[in-house]
């Protein structure tokens, strides 16, 4: 076996054995957020499916009678030395190739094509244009909207190959009919492109001629075995956040095991919502879960954990991290806070045995995929820490000591599995709320973000959002801006920017995003405007400025008046219970409206931030920045792997979300309210 990019030996377990997957299909794993999504997607159309390394050889795919073989998405660009290897005869030995993303970069690469890193790169939805008589995208139209997270694009196509999709100027799908290889720079196993369910039946049924008999069994009795295999006789400690995922959990671990081995922990860590653990304790009540109740505020605010020197730091030497309160680093904060979660003092103070005890937690497969957990996939790149995948998680997973059922389960399973148990439909629909609270929807900031790109990149969201007059003046970087966007896009660049006064300009604090792939932590994009907002050409600006400035993973709309001077320094912001306070009412506040206008089960999610930002001071006077503004940032999706903001006017009633902004803005010490324009990708559904 020649494996590209060096040699590796791989074994194969004595498991597998000859045609053990005969007609089924092979998922290689190149490190792809969304793996398990692909994995999910087959089996829901009733075939059989493995997921295995990247370098998995080919005679051992043939051997075990694989039908076809999908090749996932990767953080990786195929031209790097540190590439993952592969077999290239996976190419060679007559099963249907289906590429995604890096995937078809590797194919058309293997055969000769070039894949260079283009100046725009694409995150989010977008049209593209197909080739229809494809054997792959038989019976879609022409044009479809699809998932797109990439900055390497296919330059050169392989010989054999023909070009199936296009996004714009860009590659976005190749094909070789007559060897059954196919490959898509988007990703059709995701909510967000409308048809990939259709396309990936295509390569399935109508290119590969899989069966589609192969049927699951029932998830709830494996969790259930899983469980009572692994407990026996020992007690389980739970940690219930009042989440949908923790409840599940605690309502499996009480079907599988004598109540008496269940011990139920709610911990108020003092970075709940207002009236939070009382809300929480009460519904429990109600289900019949006896819960004990924690208040470890004051540990949380003081808590610290070990990290490494540094981030280049490569050996064992650990540091001991800020306190909790003092920590502006994200990852950071959530490590200190998934480390101070496991604490022993809860099992003393339940006088429990510690070596008779193990931890349940309600993992789910996105939590893993986001922390790189290798129980999700070897090659992912972390996109953040979530508190139930820590360092010292991943040690007591390791000494057998963590129960996690819903492991392999995406929200949307999660909830369907939580109505099959018999759970109330206000606790199995319940807006989702992390593990670490408030404190990762406060933007902490000792000093303003502000790196030497910072004005060339303000210089070309001014070309961006007043396109229309900045075309009449040459200028290096309005070609740099027009080499990012096709002839329709200018098009609709020019009729938006003639009809409305925008301004468009970073501001100085950064926030988390995923990128082809990859965690980005890089600066917000504000945009403002003289008249009442249109949100269709504000949806259309968000995903198209990541595109250009790569160092921009999001983009907000700034309420009020016209922006004439953006912040270029922040409010001094820690995790301080005059912060917390703050945004506690302004959740509070939000959520109240929302819940009142019956429009609450329209979106998946809405996180309220608050930022270090204060707005409107006179430069004159010198007024210090001492005030906050708050973000409110809607979500939509059903497996938290992708999704899009909520669009006002569409998806929910503006008049509603003008009501949140102008009652949070009677809080004290609040400056401006935002409205979070950004998908996932390029932005990640929560700020840090």
């Given at each position: 076996?020649?494996?590209?990019?060096?040699?590796?030996?791989?074994?194969?377990?004595?498991?597998?054995?000859?045609?053990?997957?005969?007609?089924?299909?092979?998922?290689?794993?190149?490190?792809?957020?969304?793996?398990?999504?692909?994995?999910?997607?087959?089996?829901?159309?009733?075939?059989?499916?493995?997921?295995?390394?990247?370098?998995?050889?080919?005679?051992?795919i043939r051997e075990q009678g694989f039908r076809a073989i999908i090749i996932s998405g990767g953080p990786a660009s195929v031209y790097a030395e540190d590439a993952p290897r592969f077999d290239p005869a996976i190419f060679t030995i007559g099963k249907p190739v289906l590429g995604i993303c890096y995937g078809m970069q590797m194919m058309n690469k293997v055969f000769g094509g070039t894949v260079h890193r283009k100046c725009m790169r694409e995150d989010g939805v977008f049209n593209i244009g197909l080739d229809n008589t494809c054997s792959l995208f038989r019976g879609l139209q022409k044009e479809e909207l699809v998932l797109l997270t990439h900055g390497d694009s296919v330059d050169k196509v392989a010989d054999g190959f023909k070009v199936v999709a296009q996004s714009g100027?860009?590659?976005?799908?190749?094909?070789?009919?007559?060897?059954?290889?196919?490959?898509?720079?988007?990703?059709?196993?995701?909510?967000?492109?409308?048809?990939?369910?259709?396309?990936?039946?295509?390569?399935?049924?109508?290119?590969?001629?899989?069966?589609?008999?192969?049927?699951?069994?029932?998830?709830?009795?494996?969790?259930?075995?899983?469980?009572?295999?692994?407990?026996?006789?020992?007690?389980?400690?739970?940690?219930?956040?009042?989440?949908?995922?923790?409840?599940?959990?605690?309502?499996?671990?009480?079907?599988?095991?004598?109540?008496?081995?269940?011990?139920?922990?709610?911990?108020?860590?003092?970075?709940m919502r207002k009236r939070e653990s009382q809300n929480v304790e009460e519904a429990l009540t109600k289900l019949g879960i006896k819960l004990h109740v924690v208040n470890a505020a004051?540990?949380?605010?003081?808590?610290?954990?070990?990290?490494?020197?540094?981030?280049?730091?490569?050996?064992?030497?650990?540091?001991?991290?800020?306190?909790l309160n003092m920590t502006t680093n994200p990852e950071e904060k959530r490590k200190i806070i998934g480390d101070t979660f496991v604490a022993n003092e809860v099992i003393g103070e339940l006088n429990l045995k510690p070596e008779e005890v193990l931890l349940a937690q309600g993992t789910l497969r996105p939590d893993l995929i986001e922390s790189a957990s290798h129980l999700a996939s070897?090659?992912?790149?972390?996109?953040?820490?979530?508190?139930?995948?820590?360092?010292?998680?991943?040690?007591?997973?390791?000494?057998?000591?963590?129960?996690?059922?819903?492991?392999?389960?995406?929200?949307?399973?999660?909830?369907?599995?939580?109505?099959?148990?018999?759970?109330?439909?206000?606790?199995?629909?319940?807006?989702?709320?992390?593990?670490?609270?408030?404190?990762?929807?406060?933007?902490?900031?000792?000093?303003p973000y502000i790196c030497k790109d910072f004005a060339e990149t303000n210089n070309i969201l001014k070309i961006i959002s007043d396109f229309s007059a900045s075309i009449k003046k040459p200028h290096t970087l309005l070609q740099r801006v027009k080499s990012c966007i096709s002839d329709e896009e200018e098009e609709k660049l020019m009729q938006i920017t003639s009809l409305y006064s925008l301004n468009?300009?970073?501001?100085?604090?950064?926030?988390?995003?995923?990128?082809?792939?990859?965690?980005?932590?890089?600066?917000?994009?504000?945009?403002t405007s003289k008249e009442s907002p249109h949100w269709e050409s504000l949806m259309f600006l968000s995903r198209l400025i990541p595109r250009m400035c790569h160092n921009i993973n999001r983009v907000v709309y700034v309420f009020g008046s016209h922006v004439k001077e953006p912040p270029t320094d922040i409010t001094p912001t820690f995790l301080t219970t005059g912060v917390l306070s703050t945004l506690r009412q302004?959740?509070?506040?939000?959520?109240?409206?929302?819940?009142?206008?019956?429009?609450?089960?329209?979106?998946?999610?809405?996180?309220?931030?608050?930022?270090?930002?204060?707005?409107?001071?006179?430069?004159?006077?010198?007024?210090?920045?001492?005030?906050?503004?708050?973000?409110?940032?809607?979500?939509?999706?059903?497996?938290?792997?992708?999704?899009?903001?909520?669009?006002?006017?569409?998806?929910?009633?503006?008049?509603?979300?003008?009501?949140?902004?102008?009652?949070?803005?009677?809080?004290?010490?609040?400056?401006?309210?935002?409205?979070?324009?950004?998908?996932?990708?390029p932005g990640t559904t929560e700020w840090e």
């Open positions: 076996m020649a494996l590209c990019n060096g040699e590796s030996k791989l074994e194969i377990g004595s498991t597998e054995q000859n045609g053990s997957c005969e007609g089924a299909v092979v998922i290689l794993d190149a490190g792809a957020q969304y793996g398990k999504v692909i994995d999910r997607r087959v089996r829901e159309m009733f075939v059989q499916s493995e997921i295995l390394p990247l370098e998995t050889p080919a005679f051992a100027n860009i590659i976005a799908g190749i094909a070789n009919e007559q060897k059954k290889l196919y490959g898509t720079q988007f990703h059709p196993e995701v909510d967000l492109t409308e048809n990939g369910i259709e396309m990936l039946h295509n390569f399935l049924f109508e290119i590969a001629g899989c069966s589609g008999n192969f049927t699951v069994q029932n998830r709830q009795q494996a969790c259930i075995d899983e469980i009572t295999e692994k407990v026996q006789k020992s007690k389980v400690l739970v940690l219930l956040s009042g989440g949908v995922d923790s409840t599940v959990c605690t309502a499996l671990l009480n079907k599988a095991l004598n109540p008496d081995q269940v011990i139920a922990v709610h911990i108020d860590n003092g970075f004051h540990t949380f605010y003081n808590g610290t954990t070990t990290l490494p020197i540094s981030d280049e730091d490569r050996t064992p030497r650990k540091r001991i991290s800020k306190t070897g090659k992912a790149e972390v996109i953040k820490t979530h508190h139930n995948d820590t360092e010292l998680i991943r040690k007591l997973r390791d000494e057998g000591k963590v129960i996690e059922p819903l492991k392999d389960f995406h929200k949307d399973e999660v909830r369907a599995l939580g109505r099959e148990l018999g759970l109330p439909e206000e606790i199995v629909s319940r807006h989702p709320f992390p593990g670490p609270g408030l404190a990762i929807r406060v933007i902490c900031a000792d000093e468009a300009f970073l501001l100085p604090i950064k926030t988390v995003g995923v990128q082809g792939d990859c965690r980005s932590y890089s600066y917000v994009c504000g945009v302004a959740d509070f506040v939000a959520h109240s409206i929302f819940r009142e206008s019956g429009y609450s089960s329209k979106i998946s999610q809405m996180p309220i931030i608050l930022t270090p930002l204060h707005f409107d001071r006179d430069s004159l006077q010198k007024q210090p920045s001492c005030r906050r503004s708050v973000v409110i940032r809607t979500f939509i999706t059903s497996d938290f792997m992708t999704g899009i903001p909520a669009t006002p006017g569409n998806h929910i009633p503006e008049e509603v979300v003008l009501k949140m902004v102008n009652e949070i803005k009677k809080i004290p010490g609040i400056s401006r309210v935002m409205y979070d324009l950004t998908s996932k990708p």
